[in-house]
């Protein structure tokens, strides 16, 4: 191997904390390298074995150690960014080898198994234009993760001069220097996710593949920007080949809305949604794993129906259409929240359901907002850093808690002679994720000293406990919060009463209550009765489709409630709206012998429906 004096000193060296960041430096330059030697960190992890009293075996395994590593560099000169690229497909396993991190392979291999030295941050990198308005592009698109908590880098591929009356000019940033900052950004900060938008040109596409099959990443969000919502365009005509015949088969997911599946596909016209069921398949032709075509733009759809197809199934996605100009930068928006859920570990159904999720709130919540004179404005992405400001420093609420809701009732516990302590601990040890007190006889006295006892118990499970309208019981035991009905106390109210740091739940049938509840700052909504109860007198029962329409009108997570048990929880669950977060229940626990026995039948139920509905 041919090698220079300086690189050659460099590693004939100690491979040290320097060294490893030097041997980076050189990887970037193109010198072509030796392996690099190991004598310092092996030195050391010998003198580790020694003190172990398993020298021998320490002996063994770092000579082991030493030739598989001089192996890989030999044969992988981007080692450190696959390794990093590898080890970081497991939560808690964390590879510090960015440059001048770590002390030598050995070292670096070694604190690849140590578990919980720092925090990872879900990381998606997104390569696409600057849109000076903010409202679309790079500004967009970190706005949009930041929001959903993963980390945003960025590669500008343009620069535009935008703002919301259209797009006055455009500057392509040269190829080299795409590749340059893809190399910066690749390299050394761990990218779990890369996101597409606006490149301006083939050679953009082409130095983009190739990055990426230098530094893998786990997933690809190609939006295949081509014009703006202004009608400017924002790539060249050759960029479509160079989708078609490369990027596209490297995608986990190509998101075109109808124009641009339009002209990915020659020019055909996209009219209805069957036409979006067949442009979904024909992209899927072109390579990407998944293809979601966006309907936001359809003539005379009432509602926003995006077509989901994983090369299998078809998913019809649906999201009630918000009226408002303010719509500049939905598409990049979308596509960088599917990105950063994919960054955070869900699977890709999910992670297209809780974007249009975002997205359909952060449209809401923006449909008055006035920034520029122009016809498109821009969203407010951070619209929950303001809907929750009265939340601030608040304990926050975990919408997983909701997955089994064990709700207490007295007349059963008195019916099967059970304490309301036994009651909740059974349910808890059975797989309650949260618990409320609904004692409609108690006595205040006996009530509070009741809940006071299974706060103890809830906390020591870290199951939150609510309790049903009682405000004042809630704030005497220091329950973690209340659940309200409509005749009860206000939510508004009670969050005035309660303060940010208490979780909030309203009992909501119709959309109208669900938006209530959120402009009064609950937590969540229960929605009910999905089913016919007996439990509670004269109550109107909603069923799947009333339950179907709260959930896609709420901005809250969403629990279901009434007549739900092992029967009928798995048909609750498959109405596959991804703001429905679990059941809520009372007979089919508490009105049961053995309260355990149920409650893990329960959430064997859920758990199952739940994953062959993500598996699907
Ligand atoms: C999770 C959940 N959802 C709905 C209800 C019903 O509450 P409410 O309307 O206040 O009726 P009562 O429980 O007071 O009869 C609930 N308790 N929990
Ligand atoms: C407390 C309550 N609220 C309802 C609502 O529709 O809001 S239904 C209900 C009773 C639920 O009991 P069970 O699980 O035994 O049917």
């Known amino acids: 191997m041919q090698m220079s004096q300086a690189a050659r000193e460099l590693f004939e060296a100690r491979f040290d904390k320097s060294s490893l960041s030097s041997f980076n430096e050189a990887l970037k330059s193109g010198v072509d390298l030796e392996p690099p030697k190991l004598s310092h960190g092996s030195r050391r992890f010998h003198r580790l074995a020694l003190f172990s009293g398993r020298r021998r075996l320490f002996f063994f395994l770092s000579t082991l150690a030493q030739i598989v590593v001089k192996r890989a560099f030999a044969t992988e000169p981007n080692l450190f960014s696959l390794l990093q690229n590898y080890t970081r497909s497991f939560p808690g396993i964390r590879a510090r080898i960015s440059r001048g991190s770590a002390s030598g392979p050995i070292t670096a291999a070694m604190s690849t198994m140590c578990s919980g030295c720092g925090r990872r941050m879900p990381h998606v990198l997104t390569v696409a234009g600057s849109d000076s308005g903010a409202g679309a592009g790079i500004q967009a698109d970190i706005k949009a993760c930041g929001a959903?908590?993963?980390?945003?880098?960025?590669?500008?591929?343009?620069?535009?001069?935008?703002?919301?009356?259209?797009?006055q000019g455009v500057h392509p940033i040269p190829e080299e220097f795409v590749e340059e900052q893809l190399r910066s950004v690749l390299e050394d900060m761990g990218v779990d996710v890369v996101k597409t938008g606006m490149l301006p040109s083939v050679g953009v596409v082409k130095v983009l593949c190739q990055s990426l099959k230098k530094f893998p990443v786990r997933a690809?969000?190609?939006?295949?920007?081509?014009?703006?919502?202004?009608?400017?365009?924002?790539?060249?005509?050759?960029?479509?080949?160079?989708?078609?015949?490369?990027?596209?088969?490297?995608?986990?997911?190509?998101?075109?809305n109808v124009k641009e599946a339009s002209a990915l596909l020659g020019g055909v016209p996209l009219r209805t949604v069957a036409?979006?069921?067949s442009a979904a398949k024909s992209i899927h032709n072109l390579g990407p794993k998944n293809v979601l075509v966006k309907g936001g733009d359809l003539p005379e759809s009432s509602d926003a129906i995006d077509i989901f197809f994983d090369g299998k199934k078809y998913h019809e996605l649906l999201g009630l259409r918000v009226k408002t100009h303010n719509t500049h930068g939905t598409g990049c928006t979308l596509a960088s929240c599917i990105a950063a859920e994919l960054a955070k570990g869900l699977p890709m159904l999910r992670a297209v359901q809780n974007a249009k999720t975002f997205v359909q709130n952060a449209l809401d919540y923006s449909k008055d907002i006035i920034i520029g004179n122009g016809p498109q404005g821009p969203l407010d992405h951070l619209f929950s850093l303001e809907t929750h400001s009265c939340n601030a420093g608040a304990r926050s609420f975990n919408a997983?808690?909701?997955?089994?809701y064990a709700v207490t009732d007295s007349t059963m516990n008195r019916k099967w002679n059970r304490s309301i302590v036994a009651a909740v601990k059974a349910s808890i040890e059975g797989g309650a994720t949260i618990i409320q007190l609904r004692e409609k006889e108690a006595e205040t006295c006996e009530f509070v000293?009741?809940?006071?006892?299974?706060?103890?118990?809830?906390?020591?499970?870290?199951?939150?406990l609510l309790i049903n309208d009682r405000i004042d019981v809630a704030l005497a035991c220091d329950a973690d919060g209340v659940h309200v009905g409509?005749?009860?106390m206000p939510a508004r109210i009670a969050r005035k009463i309660l303060g940010p740091g208490k979780i909030i739940g309203v009992s909501c049938k119709t959309p109208a209550q669900a938006e209530q509840a959120w402009a009064d700052g609950a937590d969540y909504i229960g929605c009910g009765g999905v089913f016919p109860t007996a439990t509670k007198q004269n109550n109107t029962t909603v069923g799947l489709d009333g339950l179907k329409s709260v959930c896609l009108a709420s901005k809250l997570p969403v629990v279901a409630i009434g007549g739900i048990g092992v029967v009928n929880a798995r048909s609750v669950m498959e109405i596959g709206v991804p703001n429905l977060k679990g059941v809520a229940v009372v007979s089919a626990l508490f009105d049961r012998e053995c309260i355990l026995?149920?409650?893990r039948k329960l959430r064997s139920v859920l758990t199952d429906s739940v994953s062959e509905f993500l598996l699907r």
């Not at 997983?400 to 089994?404: G, T």
């Open 148 to 167: 959903l908590g993963a980390y945003c880098s960025s590669v500008v591929t343009a620069v535009t001069a935008q703002n919301t009356v259209g797009v």
């Open 220 to 256: 690809l969000v190609v939006d295949p920007v081509m014009v703006s919502t202004s009608g400017d365009v924002l790539a060249e005509s050759s960029t479509l080949s160079g989708y078609r015949d490369e990027l596209f088969a490297m995608a986990d997911i190509v998101t075109p």
């Open 275 to 277: 036409d979006m069921y």
């Open 400 to 404: 997983s808690d909701l997955f089994l």
């Open 449 to 464: 000293e009741a809940a006071t006892a299974c706060i103890q118990i809830c906390r020591s499970s870290g199951v939150p």
């Open 486 to 488: 409509q005749s009860d």
């Open 597 to 599: 026995t149920e409650a």
